[in-house]
Nanobody, 114 residues
């Protein structure tokens, strides 16, 4: 299983970014997929998740601003981020949980300037 995250960058507060996670080795829709982030000086935290049983879930801090989705044809998981705030600055990681194992992609840095 390999996860390849991309789409990070520098954006002004109020702007938008879309992160992508290319998934290989499994079908994304058959796994529990999630985005995590690690802000400077903080532990890694769950941002959004999507799964067949639990549907989509979001951290309170991003509800209404972020949307997680899966495109099975493109084998990609997305995180659409709108109304970005400086506090969203972090390294974002894609995660897959499949058949009792967790898999991580490399992070992609999102920097939101004020």
């Amino acid at each position: 299983v390999q996860l390849q995250a991309s789409g990070g960058g520098l954006v002004q507060a109020g702007g938008s970014l879309r992160l992508s996670c290319a998934v290989s080795g499994i079908t994304a829709s058959s796994a529990f997929m999630a985005w995590y982030r690690q802000r400077p000086g903080n532990e890694r935290e769950l941002v959004a998740s999507i799964g067949n049983v639990r549907g989509t879930r979001y951290a309170d801090s991003v509800k209404g601003r972020f949307t997680i989705s899966v495109d099975n044809a493109k084998k990609t998981v997305y995180l659409e981020m709108n109304s970005l705030k400086p506090d969203d600055t972090a390294v974002y990681f894609c995660n897959a949980y499949f058949r009792g194992r967790g898999y991580w992609g490399q992070g992609t840095l999102v920097t939101v300037s004020s």
